[in-house]
């Protein structure tokens, strides 16, 4: 008898992956443009833990390229789309010393941008599941672009392309603040 319940428990658990779906991306965009303390050592942290993850990424895009044409090519055009759109945020962010710890507070409208980007690519992703299943339907892989699995890599890559970019030059006006900082002592 518990074992009819477990299809009810997994319809129940999907429901409530719906209805706390936009409360999720609401807190990552107000998260993503809150003022906020840098830690050296969790930006230092941080950014070794994304050059790992960017290697692992195209390590997987590469391999990838054996049933998906376009895969590599298009993890690199997202990555460098990313780097770009993470100095452009670093560039436009408010950075604030106080006394020896740096605050940074990320540029709204680059928040709201990649929130919208995370929120669009799961609305075209669980259109096609209704769609089409879990199946790669021909009429998928010869579709638009932005519908095409391949895809799926150029929004990954641009995602992690802006975090990798801004932790690494978060990094480097951090050490170069502190650096400065303390000659002036």
Same mark, same amino acid.
């Given at each position: 008898?518990?074992?009819?319940?477990?299809?009810?428990?997994?319809?129940?658990?999907?429901?409530?992956?719906?209805?706390?779906?936009?409360?999720?991306?609401?807190?990552?965009?107000?998260?993503?443009?809150?003022?906020?303390?840098?830690?050296? &050592?969790?930006?230092?942290?941080?950014?070794?833990?994304?050059?790992?993850?960017?290697?692992? %990424?195209? !390590?997987?895009?590469?391999?990838?390229?054996?049933?998906?044409?376009?895969?590599?090519?298009?993890?690199?055009?997202?990555?460098?789309?990313? %780097?770009? !759109?993470?100095?452009v945020n670093l560039w436009t962010a408010r950075l604030e010393w106080e006394g020896h710890h740096l605050h940074v507070q990320p540029h709204a409208l680059?928040?709201?941008?990649?929130?919208?980007?995370?929120?669009?690519?799961?609305? !075209?992703? !669980? &259109?096609?599941?209704?769609?089409?299943?879990?199946?790669?339907?021909?009429?998928?892989?010869?579709?638009? &672009?932005?519908? *095409?699995?391949?895809?799926?890599?150029?929004?990954?890559?641009?995602?992690?392309?802006?975090?990798?970019? &801004?932790?690494?030059?978060? *990094?480097?006006?951090l050490r170069h603040g502190l650096r400065h900082r303390h000659r002036q002592i």
């Open positions: 008898m518990p074992f009819l319940l477990v299809p009810l428990l997994l319809l129940a658990l999907v429901l409530l992956w719906v209805v706390l779906l936009p409360l999720s991306l609401l807190q990552r965009y107000r998260f993503g443009k809150s003022r906020r303390r840098v830690l050296p &050592w969790l930006a230092g942290l941080n950014a070794w833990t994304l050059l790992l993850s960017l290697a692992t %990424f195209l !390590i997987g895009a590469a391999l990838a390229q054996r049933w998906l044409d376009d895969a590599f090519a298009a993890a690199c055009s997202g990555l460098a789309l990313g %780097f770009a !759109i993470g100095l680059v928040s709201l941008l990649l929130t919208l980007l995370v929120a669009g690519r799961l609305a !075209i992703g !669980i &259109w096609q599941l209704f769609k089409y299943g879990f199946t790669l339907h021909p009429r998928v892989m010869d579709g638009p &672009w932005l519908l *095409r699995p391949d895809s799926l890599f150029a929004f990954g890559g641009l995602l992690l392309g802006h975090y990798f970019a &801004w932790s690494w030059a978060l *990094r480097a006006r």
